[in-house]
């Protein structure tokens, strides 16, 4: 059911407190083990933070944010599996369609954010309609990380630079050097992708 899925992305609200320790006291000892190092550059890129999806995430990244909020909330969270984002963006159906509204990309801009529509820019969350289990932006806006059915991390649903293709159920896309490729630092951070504007989950 829809209630085993966040309805919309994580949005920087949710992400800054465990990315920036704003649930800590000042003079708590540092971790670093646990929580993102600080980022480079401003990982919401100057697109929007209040209402936006996180974005600029690595896997292990938001893997650990489930991991501090099952501890924080004493209820478990992680990531879906692929297998499971597809279910949900299906909203259960038994369909091989490439969108969970059916076949059409000309119906795409009701509910997704894409390369037509999307000016080069993500957006705030929930602005388009919903799936039949009330899940947003599914398609479009930021790509999602999932666990891979081969075990690997990847991402689903496409984002705001994608044409329609990368949209489908089926598609994916995997984080290749190109996603962190302007990072100076050696070694480049496993927490934040310089080049990864698009990636949110």
């Known amino acids: 059911s829809s209630d ?10 949710a992400y800054d407190v465990y990315a920036y320790r704003l649930d800590e006291p000042e003079d708590a000892p540092y971790d670093a083990a646990s929580r993102p190092t600080k980022p480079y550059l401003p990982p919401d890129r100057g697109f929007g933070h209040e209402g936006y999806a996180a974005i600029s995430t690595t896997h292990k990244s938001v893997t650990k944010f489930c991991e501090w909020l099952s501890a924080k909330s004493g209820k478990k969270y992680r990531l879906p599996t692929e297998d499971e984002w597809e279910h949900a963006c299906r909203a259960g159906a038994a369909t091989s369609s490439p969108f969970f509204f059916g076949d059409d990309p000309a119906r795409l801009p009701d509910f997704a954010w894409f390369k037509a529509n999307a000016d080069g820019t993500p ?10 289990w009330g899940l947003f932006d599914m398609h479009g806006n930021v790509r999602e990380w999932v666990n891979g059915r ?10 705001y630079l994608d044409e329609p293709p990368a949209l489908h159920i089926s598609a994916r896309a995997s984080q290749d050097r190109t996603w962190n490729q302007t990072d100076p630092q050696i070694p480049k951070s496993t927490w934040w992708l310089s080049d990864g504007p698009f990636a949110g989950f």
């Open 4 to 13: 085993l899925m966040s309805a919309t992305e994580i949005t920087w609200e």
């Open 123 to 132: 957006h705030p969350v929930a602005k388009k309609k919903h799936n039949a």
């Open 150 to 159: 081969d075990g690997k991390p990847t991402t689903k649903g496409g984002c």
